[in-house]
């Protein structure tokens, strides 16, 4: 598999997970976005996996979800091991 090709499919990975984290949370994308202080649309495109998401922004998001990053370890290592 390319590399871009599998940045791809990690960042849309990471988007299904901080979705079902968010929408378990009953929170809205607006919600979080005013958290941390950027647009529901940076979020809506996290989530959709369309733009890269900087590990220092992934950390803060989790962090402001009270998600710790090795859930979404775990998560993506079962994803990839399918």
Same mark, same amino acid.
């Given at each position: 598999m390319g @590399?871009?090709?599998?940045? %791809?499919k990690v !960042? %849309?990975?990471?988007?299904?997970?901080?979705? %079902? #984290?968010?929408?378990e949370q009953g929170l809205t994308g607006t919600?979080?976005?005013n958290i941390? @202080? #950027?647009s529901q649309?940076? #979020?809506s495109r996290y989530e959709r996996g369309i733009s !890269? #998401?900087?590990?220092?922004m992934?950390?803060?998001l989790l962090t402001a979800l009270n998600v710790n990053i090795h859930s979404l370890f775990h998560y993506l290592i079962d994803e990839f091991d399918e």
């Open positions: @590399h871009i090709r599998l940045e %791809k !960042n %849309k990975k990471i988007g299904i997970f901080l979705r %079902k #984290i968010r929408t919600d979080v976005a941390l @202080h #950027i649309q940076q #979020i !890269n #998401i900087s590990l220092g992934l950390f803060y």
